[in-house]
């Protein structure tokens, strides 16, 4: 079992910038990938960024390439997404998502490779 607590949303402005954390405990953080999974008030969950295990495979999805970016720290138990530049389509609740994963390269895509989820945090970016 994974427990995931993400922190870091906000109420910011059109370009603004934003942390999110995701702190976990109760197994070995390394053994998982990770994710950043986002829901829009009426809209299907979508997948955000993904990394692999040590950090050395990032996924992004194409609306957020060049303005997000995805970072682990192992030694802290924490997954990061620096959002730079934000939208107000970027206006959402982010989950992190973690998948025990036995390669050292892959960070899967789809919402269903993850068994555990955090809670959410809310993004609000206002123009």
């Known amino acids: 079992q994974v427990q995931l607590v993400e922190s870091g949303g906000g109420l910011v402005q059109v370009g603004d910038s934003l942390r999110l954390s995701c702190a976990a405990s109760?197994?070995?953080?390394?053994?998982?990938?990770m994710a950043w999974f986002r829901r829009a008030p009426g809209e299907e969950r979508e997948f955000v960024a993904s990394i692999s295990r040590f950090g050395t495979s990032t996924y992004y999805a194409d609306s957020v390439k060049g303005r997000f970016t995805i970072s682990r720290a192992n030694v802290k138990n924490t997954l990061y997404l620096q959002m730079n530049s934000l939208k107000p389509e970027d206006t959402a609740v982010y989950y992190c998502?973690?998948?025990?994963?036995?390669?050292?390269?892959?960070?899967?895509?789809?919402?269903?490779?993850?068994?555990?989820w955090g809670q959410g945090t809310q993004v609000t970016v206002s123009s």
């Open positions: 109760g197994r070995t953080y390394s053994n998982y990938a």
């Open positions: 998502a973690a998948d025990r994963v036995a390669s050292g390269t892959v960070s899967p895509v789809r919402a269903n490779d993850y068994e555990y």
